[in-house]
């Protein structure tokens, strides 16, 4: 498969506590229909870090089945211990997901030859292709170019989704290897995409997948005047989803649009009464509605 277009880091909706897989599926339907090249089940935004194993392997297994191959399916399994990371990634394998998106291990924080051992070794094991994840915000370690060109080396790794922050890391990355880059913040997607990324692993188009899809391929097809008015119609959307820890605004908004229940698990908890304002208004003026 080829790494590109519109990726949704979709949300994980639960129902009294418990996650709510008819309406899992009713989101992957949305995606689909918006377009969307692939949707990323148990991401970040999937609030993976409080599944627990058997409910992180169904919502890969229900996305998947949803999805019915009208679209890619990039199973988050990654784990900060190796171990784990194997035994998520080929029950995704095995269950007929496309790729997996393995984070950087967290917490814990491997050197650079460990994070290097990290993935190969799952590459290795699981034969099923890879996305490594830079999101140093989040893991307190980053994958530092060397590596990522190392590790593109290995038939198994597909590509790497840049959340760092830094337009110039996508830049420096091209110029070690040709791995393809994913965008990790929906912001940044133009810019990047302008120094040779090759779309966005997106948070956003858990609500706007088909506007997403309009500026991504608008970028991919070197027309950055359509390009730019998407990015400034949805900008400030795009930098208020992430006014609390994601996937907190998202699911908000969500709820908002009566899309999901708003529901989140511990330790993550509703939005503050300020923030939510902020939040609503944003959504209003970026769809053209009052909520």
């Known amino acids: 498969m080829e790494l590109k277009g519109v990726y949704t880091a979709l949300v994980t909706p639960f129902a009294n506590g418990a996650v709510d897989y008819g309406k899992l599926r009713e989101l992957v339907a949305l995606q689909v229909a918006g377009g969307v090249d692939g949707i990323v089940p148990v991401g970040t935004s999937g609030e993976s870090p409080t599944l627990s194993t058997s409910e992180h392997m169904k919502v890969i297994s229900e996305a998947i089945a949803a999805a019915n191959k009208k679209c890619y399916i990039m199973a988050g399994t990654g784990a900060n211990s190796t171990e784990e990371a194997i035994e998520l990634t080929k029950h995704a394998k095995e269950e007929g997901a496309d790729c997996s998106l393995q984070v950087t291990p967290y917490y814990n924080k491997p050197t650079q030859e460990g994070l290097y051992r990290h993935f190969a070794t799952i590459a290795d094991k699981c034969g099923i292709p890879l ?160 909520l």
């Open 131 to 290: 996305v490594l994840y830079n999101v140093p915000g989040r893991t307190g370690t980053a994958i530092a170019p060397e590596t990522i060109a190392r590790l593109s080396k290995n038939a198994n790794i597909l590509g790497v989704k840049e959340a760092g922050g830094s337009v110039e890391r996508v830049s420096e990355i091209a110029s070690l290897c040709d791995i393809p880059i994913m965008c990790g913040d929906d912001s940044l997607t133009v810019p990047m995409m302008s120094v040779g990324a090759k779309g966005v692993i997106s948070v956003a188009s858990n609500i706007i997948p088909a506007g997403l899809k309009t500026m991504v391929d608008a970028c991919a097809k070197g027309d950055f005047a359509t390009a730019l008015k998407y990015h400034r119609k949805y900008y400030r959307l795009f930098k208020d989803l992430f006014i609390e820890s994601n996937p907190i605004p998202v699911k908000a908004a969500m709820a908002m649009l009566g899309m999901i229940r708003e529901e989140y698990r511990l330790p993550l908890c509703e939005m503050a009464p300020a923030n939510r304002e902020k939040l609503k208004a944003t959504l209003s003026k970026a769809l053209g509605k009052n």
